[in-house]
């Protein structure tokens, strides 16, 4: 069992900047691919962003690319998300999310084994 939980959401003006962080309770945590998903009012979780165990093979959904980065730093078993230049339509709760299994972690949610509780980002004028 893995126990995942994020902070660093908030409240942030158009154009601003937040970093989620994401700890994973469990050790050997470079074992475990992770993402990143987001859930905005009324609609479904969407993917944005994954990174190998090792830190490589980063990937971005189309709308995260240029504005968000995803890292990892394996020592203290947690996972960013750097969001920056935010707009309304970031609003939204946040998630991350480990796979546990072999292989590597892409836009599915069927890619991941466990989640996190989500932290909420509200972009606001």
């Known amino acids: 069992q893995v126990h995942l939980v994020e902070s660093g959401g908030g409240v942030v003006q158009p154009g601003g900047s937040l970093r989620l962080s994401c700890v994973a309770s469990?050790?050997?945590?470079?074992?475990?691919?992770m993402g990143w998903f987001r859930q905005a009012p009324g609609k479904g979780r969407e993917f944005v962003s994954s990174?190998?165990?090792?830190?490589?093979?980063?990937r971005y959904a189309g709308f995260a690319r240029g504005r968000f980065t995803m890292s990892r730093d394996n020592a203290v078993n947690t996972v960013y998300l750097q969001l920056n230049s935010l707009n309304l339509e970031d609003t939204a709760v946040y998630y991350c999310?480990?796979?546990?299994?072999?292989?590597?972690?892409?836009?599915?949610?069927?890619?991941?084994?466990?989640w996190g509780q989500g932290t909420q980002v509200t972009v606001s004028s």
């Open positions: 999310a480990a796979r546990a299994r072999t292989g590597r972690a892409g836009p599915n949610e069927n890619d991941y084994d466990y």
């Open positions: 469990r050790r050997a945590f470079n074992n475990y691919a």
């Open positions: 990174i190998s165990g090792s830190g490589g093979g980063l």
